[in-house]
């Protein structure tokens, strides 16, 4: 089972480049979301998007854009990237439904570094 | 304020001893779900345990166990005859009503042989 699948594993940008990150996840889940996880800060939500056709703003959007492109798949993009988003992001999927003991299943990260 | 606040920065303990982790969360919510992640030094965030607000019984997953105290709004992991490989960071998280995770800051258990 491939589960939730991101790539690249790593990138190293110059500031101003542009890039985007990809996840899949081949669970038939609903809801897909993309944190950051820097020391100290465990994780921040960026995005969310709770079904094909939706997304929504986390705690730390600005500087990024989502495209849920199917049921699968559900992108990051850096437009113009900064030293600030050295991170390392992680995609996450989840079943939808209004309260449930499932868990969210996670990529293995993707370790960006902007210079 | 913080939804989810772990305390404790790092925690030692002594193989095959037990040891807690610290959660408390902060919600208005009557329904909620707190989770339990651990990541290892590899990175990746694996899924431990879960407790629902309205569960009568602490939860337990083999060697983890989940001190639940609803009035105090912890939700403690306790992790029982501790092994190396326990050795990572561990995250406390909670779901309200919805499909938003909040995650705490985390707490690095390094097991000491």
């Known amino acids: 089972n491939a589960g939730v699948t991101q790539t690249p594993k790593f990138q190293v940008l110059k500031t101003g480049q542009s890039m985007t990150l990809q996840c899949a996840q081949d669970?038939?889940?609903?809801?897909m979301y993309w944190y950051r996880q820097d020391p100290g800060m465990g994780l921040r939500l960026i995005y969310y998007?709770?079904?094909?056709?939706?997304?929504d703003k986390g705690e730390v959007p600005n500087g990024y854009n989502v495209s849920r492109l199917n049921k699968r798949e559900f992108s990051l993009r850096l437009e113009s990237a900064a030293p600030s988003q050295t991170s390392v992001y992680f995609c996450?999927?989840?079943?939808?439904?209004?309260?449930?003991?499932?868990?969210?299943?996670f990529g293995d990260g993707t370790r960006l570094s902007i210079l | 304020a913080q939804k989810i606040t772990q305390t404790q920065p790092g925690m030692f303990v002594q193989e095959k001893e037990a040891v807690t982790l610290d959660c408390t969360y902060d919600?208005?919510?009557?329904?909620?779900?707190l989770f339990w992640y651990k990541q290892p030094s590899s990175g990746e965030m694996i899924f431990l345990i879960y407790?629902?607000?309205?569960?009568?019984q602490n939860a337990t997953e083999g060697r983890y166990s989940l001190n639940f105290q609803k009035a105090r709004k912890s939700a403690n992991l306790v992790i029982s005859a501790s092994q190396l490989g326990d050795s990572a960071m561990y995250f406390c998280?909670?779901?309200?009503?919805?499909?938003?995770?909040?995650f705490g800051t985390g707490t690095s258990l390094t097991v000491i042989p």
């Open positions: 919600t208005s919510d009557p329904s909620y779900g």
């Open positions: 996450a999927s989840m079943v939808t439904a209004p309260l449930s003991n499932q868990p969210q299943h």
């Open positions: 669970m038939n889940h609903n809801s």
């Open positions: 998007s709770a079904s094909e056709g939706t997304t």
């Open positions: 407790q629902g607000s309205y569960d009568q």
């Open positions: 998280a909670m779901r309200e009503w919805g499909n938003q995770f909040y």
